[in-house]
Nanobody
Framework: QVQLVESGGGSVQVGASLRVSCAASGGTFFYNYVIAWFRQGPGREREFVAYITWSGSNTDYADTVKGRFTVSRDNAKNTAYLQMNNLKSEDTAVYYC????????????????????WGQGTQVTVSS
């Protein structure tokens, strides 16, 4: 059983930067898991943001965040990160990290249902 805990959310102004973290515990080695970030804004469905594969060699981003957000991981610290730059008001959401150790295609990794483990989320609010 893997436990995921997000942290680092907060309230910032448009154009600011923020880094959220996802700390993992329990289960087997952290590097066995693909880590993804999803978000859910007010009145919206949960949407894919980014994912990073086991060694960190492959990443993928939603078009809405590409070029502004960067996903990374430190397997020695059992932690993944989402660096968010040039934040926009539409980035306001609860951000969730998710983990799974199964092998999927790139498109499947973008689906929330592909992940077995989830954190509780951290709120990011961007205001003008």
């Amino acid at each position: 059983q893997v436990q995921l805990v997000e942290s680092g959310g907060g309230s910032v102004q448009v154009g600011a930067s923020l880094r959220v973290s996802c700390a993992a515990s329990g289960g087997t080695f952290f590097y066995n898991y693909v880590i993804a970030w999803f978000r859910q804004g007010p009145g919206r469905e949960r949407e894919f943001v980014a994912y990073i594969t086991w060694s960190g060699s492959n990443t993928d981003y939603a078009d809405t965040v590409k070029g502004r957000f960067t996903v990374s991981r430190d397997n020695a610290k059992n932690t993944a990160y989402l660096q968010m730059n040039n934040l926009k008001s539409e980035d306001t959401a609860v951000y969730y990290c998710a983990a799974d150790r199964r092998l999927h295609t790139k498109e499947v990794w973008r689906r929330p249902g592909s992940y077995e483990y989830w954190g509780q989320g951290t709120q990011v609010t961007v205001s003008s």
